[in-house]
C-alpha cells in the first residue's frame, strides 16, 4: 500500500520539523519550544519505542543492526564509511515510523520534533513553514560531539574509552562523525530552501534568540 504525500501532509499539520546536524542546538530548541508553546515534544529517536520492538531484519535490516548488538565495541569500531552508510539508511527505515508515529499524535494538538526524516522526504510530506533545519560548523559537530550530557552519547564515550587502543578507536569514530557532517551533506541541508538557521562558534548563550528566530519562523510567538 502507498499513502499519497498529500495526504499524508493533511495529517501532519500541526507537526513541527527541526533537522540538521549535530552540536547545532537542535534538541535544545526543541525542548524550549515545546514548553514555551505546550506543544508534545518529541525528541532525538522517539520513535525508537516502537521500532525497536516491531522492525524486522528484511525490512528494517540497519535499524534491527542495534537490536542484534550484543558488544557495543563493534558500534564503535566499524569503518567510517560503514558508520555514514549505516547513519542514513537508518534514517530513511526510520522515517515511516516517525510519520505513522507523529500521525497518532498530532491530531488535536501541535507537535515539535527534533527528527532524522531525510530532506527530500521532508520536502514531500510538510512545508516551509513546519521545517527549521539548524546547522553547525563540522569543527563543532565533530569535536563538541562528546561534549554534553546526553546519556546516549557518554554511554558511546565510555565504550570507546573501554576497548584496545582508545585513542585510534576515538580517532576512526571521529572520522566517521566528520563523514557524516561531511560539506557534502552540510550543503544538501543549506541548499534544501528550508528555513536555515546557523550556529555561531562564539561561545554566547543564543539559546533564548535561536528559539525567537524560530518560534517567529513557525508562527508560534
Keep these: 500500500m502507498k499513502i499519497e504525500n498529500n495526504i499524508i501532509k493533511h495529517y501532519l499539520k500541526n507537526v513541527y520539523f527541526i533537522t540538521g546536524t549535530a552540536y547545532a542546538g537542535k534538541s535544545t530548541t ?11 515534544f518529541c525528541g532525538e529517536n522517539y520513535h525508537s519505542a516502537v521500532s525497536d520492538i516491531i522492525a524486522t531484519p528484511d525490512a528494517q ?8 548488538l550484543t ?4 558500534f564503535v ?11 542514513f539508511s ?17 491530531g488535536n494538538r501541535k507537535v515539535i520534533v527534533d ?8 520536502k514531500e510530506i510538510s512545508d516551509y513553514e513546519h521545517v527549521a533545519v539548524m546547522l553547525s560548523p563540522q569543527s563543532m559537530s565533530v569535536e563538541r560531539f562528546f ?9 558511546i564515550l565510555s565504550v570507546i574509552e573501554s576497548c584496545e587502543e582508545p585513542e585510534k578507536v576515538m580517532e576512526n569514530y571521529r572520522k566517521g562523525l566528520a563523514l557524516i557532517n561531511s560539506q557534502k551533506h552540510y550543503d544538501e541541508l543549506a541548499d534544501s530552501g528550508f528555513f536555515t538557521v546557523v550556529r555561531q562558534d562564539n561561545g554566547k548563550d543564543t539559546r533564548e ?7 517567529g519562523h513557525f508562527g508560534l510567538s
Design 30 to 40: 526543541v525542548k524550549m519550544l515545546s514548553e514555551r508553546y505546550d506543544m508534545i
Design 61 to 68: 535490516p540497519d535499524i534491527c543492526f542495534m537490536k542484534g
Design 71 to 74: 558488544d557495543w565495541k563493534k
Design 77 to 87: 569500531t566499524r569503518s567510517p564509511e560503514e558508520y555514514e552508510r549505516w547513519i
Design 90 to 106: 537508518t534514517g530513511r527505515e526510520a522515517a515511516e515510523f516517525e510519520i505513522a508515529e507523529l500521525i497518532s499524535l498530532s
Design 115 to 122: 527528527t532524522n526524516i531525510p530532506i527530500e522526504i521532508l
Design 147 to 155: 561534549d554534553r550530557d546526553d546519556p546516549e552519547k557518554q554511554f
Design 209 to 215: 534568540e535561536v528559539c525567537d528566530i524560530i518560534a
